[in-house]
């Protein structure tokens, strides 16, 4: 596996960056993408570049995309905690990129968390 670059983190932050207008507290559901090491080595950058595109195809504009480092699960990597107002956060563990994108349609565009890829709900705080 290839290792990480400085050059690649700059290109995942500018493919976030491009197409959105978001501004800060304007979003409705916000994306945790979990890329400590052992999301990278497990794939987290297939995720985020999926949730990014399908983004970016769907022309949605109140959803925000971030990283996180490790989330101290390092055998249910990658993973991607969803967070949508007036609801309890939900992180997805074991990804790969088509999982990512019925996530994003069933739940972040949907409102329907996708329960067969849920490790649990309510673990984090809320908007």
Excluded: W
Aim: proline share 3%; net charge neutral; charged share 30%.
């Amino acid at each position: 596996m290839a290792k990480l670059k400085v050059e690649d983190l700059k290109k995942i932050k500018e493919e976030a960056s491009k197409g959105l207008r978001l501004r800060d507290g304007e979003h409705r559901v916000k994306v945790v993408v979990h890329m400590g090491t052992c999301g990278i080595a497990a794939g987290a950058r297939g995720i985020m570049k999926a949730i990014l595109e399908e983004i970016e195809k769907s022309g949605v504009e109140d959803v925000v995309v971030t990283s996180s480092g490790c989330a101290g699960l390092c055998n249910h990597e990658p993973m991607m905690t969803v967070e949508t107002l007036e609801q309890a956060p939900v992180k997805y563990v074991k990804l790969d990129p088509e999982k990512a994108k019925k996530i994003f349609h069933e739940h972040v565009i949907g409102g329907r968390p996708v329960t067969e890829y849920a490790l649990g709900l309510g673990s984090e705080t809320t908007h």
